[in-house]
Nanobody
Framework: QVQLVEFGGGSVQAGGSLRLSCAASGYPAFCSAYMSWYRQAPGKEREFVSG???????QYTESVKGRFTISQDNRKKTVSLQMSSLTPEDTAMYYCRAVLRCPYDRRFNGDYWGQGTQVTVSS
């Protein structure tokens, strides 16, 4: 089955950096995977952090612009999020999301989420 596994989370001090990665598996190479990152802080709703639009351009929520950089390797089925200048407000569980569109085998079409990786930023 389709699986997303995130790694790279951890604890850092404010101003530090982390790199999150997400490895996807379990679907054919001919599928298009629209991958993105979300986060959920305690007591708050899950929010979009970064992803790609239909044209492949990167998108970021306002609060992370200039600090986070998303990248994707379609061949390796991975998406990464380089995070710098971290602040305590970035503390959250970070989730990888993949929306699959598989024209030759629609059984794989769907919206998939990883289990999340914790990022904690201390002041």
């Amino acid at each position: 089955q389709v699986q997303l596994v995130e790694f790279g989370g951890g604890s850092v001090q404010a101003g530090g950096s982390l790199r999150l990665s997400c490895a996807a598996s379990g679907y054919p190479a001919f599928c298009s995977a629209y991958m993105s990152w979300y986060r959920q802080a305690p007591g708050k709703e899950r929010e979009f952090v970064s992803g790609f639009d239909s044209g492949g351009s990167t998108q970021y929520t306002e609060s992370v612009k200039g600090r986070f950089t998303i990248s994707q390797d379609n061949r390796k089925k991975t998406v990464s999020l380089q995070m710098s200048s971290l602040t305590p407000e970035d503390t959250a569980m970070y989730y990888c999301r993949a929306v699959l569109r598989c024209p030759y085998d629609r059984r794989f079409n769907g919206d998939y989420w990883g289990q999340g990786t914790q990022v904690t930023v201390s002041s």
